[in-house]
């Protein structure tokens, strides 16, 4: 199966720095992951995409020039690195995956992903 496991949340101040790290602890190679949010209240939001083969990425525009998706095939585990953060990007942040390609148009819609992780809790706060 696919097992996404995220970690690295945290606490950060404005205009600081977190690297997310989605691991697929599972036996099945995953096509598609990509990286969604939720505040309290609040429905879940995409945040990031990546194509396994191609390396495709694509962002929501909240995060457009400040967040970074990248994988490393060897760890099978896909990195979310967010820069110049903001009290808006405080979330539980969620790892999603699935097995089949995922047209671009798809990707913002989390019923298109088959596997989540737990969540890791995302505070940007002075």
């Known amino acids: 199966q696919v097992q996404p496991v995220e970690s690295g949340g945290g606490l950060v101040q404005p205009g600081g720095s977190l690297r997310l790290a989605c691991r697929n602890s599972?036996?099945?190679?995953?096509?598609?992951m990509a990286w969604f949010r939720q505040a309290p209240g609040k429905e879940r939001e995409f945040v990031a995409y990546?194509?396994?083969?191609?390396?495709?990425?694509y962002y929501a525009d909240s995060v457009k020039g400040r967040f970074t998706i990248s994988k490393d095939n060897a760890e099978n585990t896909a990195y979310l690195q967010m820069n110049s953060l903001v009290p808006e990007d405080t979330a539980v942040y969620y790892c999603?995956?699935?097995?089949?390609?995922?047209?671009?148009?798809?990707?913002?819609?989390?019923?298109?992903?088959?596997?989540w992780g737990q969540g890791t809790q995302v505070t940007v706060s002075a």
């Open positions: 999603a995956a699935r097995v089949n390609r995922l047209a671009l148009s798809g990707v913002r819609s989390p019923e298109n992903y088959y596997y």
């Open positions: 599972g036996g099945t190679f995953s096509n598609v």
């Open positions: 990546i194509y396994w083969g191609g390396g495709n990425k």
